[in-house]
């Protein structure tokens, strides 16, 4: 069924709004996606009638708001198929999930000479958190490097494997080139090697069905704020032996079993990882955030998604002199176009999207070394969600020509 693309944006008020005097086009929601009112209003209708702190409480609103975690707990293991609720740790971000099992996990099962492999399309949260374990533990950092067109391949990435690989983190959809990584192999291919693998999902979770059974992978981290839910909140999903087996990785109330003055004994899955108070809000609407795209489906969201993909690549390689990058093959693709207008800076070329009303991302989207690599200061970015419409990428056609002619790139420049 093509999705009722009019209904959905009934629910997002801020698609109505006017930017410089235009309609306001948002194509910039690999950054960030808007919020449906069902979220809004139950963040409003939590901290309105419910609002307590979890846990430790015996008053009824403590427990009612205990009773609202747990669910969305319940609901976002569900969504991601995880055989058990306390394997859905909340964080604050996909960042701060990855450095959670870095720090966790890495210190204490990463030995000097062990390695850790990741790719060259990293953003820098799937990419610096392991350079800071690396320089503490004595490891060493090894990369698979992306095909050509961007993607990640799995012979490739064989060949990178040693007796001393101990983890594969990488990214199951580009922010920089949108390209879909093939998971479910790479994932095995860890299993293969006695390796433990971590999944970048910040992409990938808000766009495809996830199972985390079915991927067969160890770890992986997402956003909230990337899937209609509120910033603030994210989700490291392990495996429940291997979270079992980590040590904490922040101190602090809620996380404990047993204090004394000097030592301390921790708590159960989930809560030994979540130290003091989460953003108990936010994850109770990150539940209502689940439940509206569980609502939509991803059967119609990707195949809106994949339409919009299309036309968007077909505006921007029908024009001269743009450049285009990641995979050629729309199979290979997510909802993220990456493009340059000859060489004008992109930051320039934001500026004319934003005056004609159309958000774009521009810079190095946090992959500086894959920018080294093209050899380019950065990309402007286009990026679809179930909201956007064919008209709106009329206007960011528009937009393009209007770059074009401002900074006079033509052929024959
Ligand atoms: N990984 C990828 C692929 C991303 O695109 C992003 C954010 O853009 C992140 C990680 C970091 O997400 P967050 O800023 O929510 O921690």
């Not at 990584?181 to 069905?209: C, F, I, K, N, T």
């Not at 108070?277 to 209502?288: K, L, M």
């Not at 004008?344 to 999207?353: A, C, K, T």
Request: proline share 5%; aromatic share 8%; glycine share 8%.
């Amino acid at each position: 069924m093509p999705l009722d693309v009019e209904k959905i944006r009934r629910d997002f008020p801020i698609l109505g709004r006017a930017v410089r005097g235009k309609p306001l086009v948002y194509l910039d929601n690999a950054a960030t996606t808007q919020k449906p009112r069902q979220v809004v209003e139950l963040l409003a209708h939590f901290y309105g009638l419910h609002n307590a702190n979890i846990h430790r409480g015996v008053h009824t609103l403590s427990g009612e708001a205990t009773k609202l975690v747990d669910r969305a707990r319940g609901k976002i293991a569900r969504f991601i198929n995880a055989p058990k609720p306390q394997t859905i740790v909340f964080t604050r971000n996909t960042t701060e999930a990855i450095n959670l099992v870095a720090r966790a996990w890495g210190e204490r099962c990463l030995k000097a000479g062990d390695e850790i492999l990741l790719t060259d399309i990293e953003h820098h949260s799937n990419l610096v958190p392991w350079q800071m374990l690396a320089q503490r533990a004595g490891a060493k950092l090894c990369f698979v490097e992306s095909e050509p067109d961007g993607t990640l391949s799995a012979e490739t990435a064989r060949r990178h494997f040693t007796a001393r690989t101990r983890i594969f983190a990488f990214t199951a959809l580009s922010n920089a080139l949108g390209s879909v990584s093939p998971v479910g192999p790479l994932a095995a291919l860890a299993r293969e090697y006695g390796a433990l693998s971590l999944v970048d999902g910040a992409q990938w979770v808000p766009h495809r069905p996830t199972d985390v059974q079915a991927l067969g992978c160890d770890f992986l981290a997402f956003s909230a704020h990337k899937m209609f839910g509120p910033t603030g909140v994210g989700v490291l999903y392990g495996r429940e032996d291997l979270l079992e087996a980590m040590d904490p990785f922040l101190g602090g109330g809620d996380m404990i079993s047993e204090v004394w003055l000097d030592r301390a004994t921790y708590n159960e899955l989930p809560y030994k990882f979540e130290a003091g108070t989460p953003d108990i809000g936010g994850i109770i609407a990150f539940g209502a955030a689940v439940d509206y795209l569980a609502a939509i489906g991803f059967e119609d969201i990707g195949r809106h998604e994949r339409l919009l993909s299309e036309r968007l690549l077909d505006i921007l390689r029908c024009e001269a002199e743009v450049a285009v990058y990641g995979p050629r093959r729309i199979e290979d693709r997510g909802g993220v176009v990456s493009f340059n207008v000859g060489d004008v800076h992109p930051h320039d070329v934001g500026q004319i999207f934003d005056a004609e009303g159309v958000a774009i991302r521009v810079g190095h989207h946090c992959c500086q070394p894959l920018m080294r690599k093209l050899n380019i200061p950065g990309t402007a970015r286009a990026s679809v969600y179930a909201y956007n419409t064919l008209p709106e990428l009329e206007a960011f056609a528009k937009a393009l020509r209007k770059a074009k002619e401002f900074f006079r790139v033509t052929s024959a420049r």
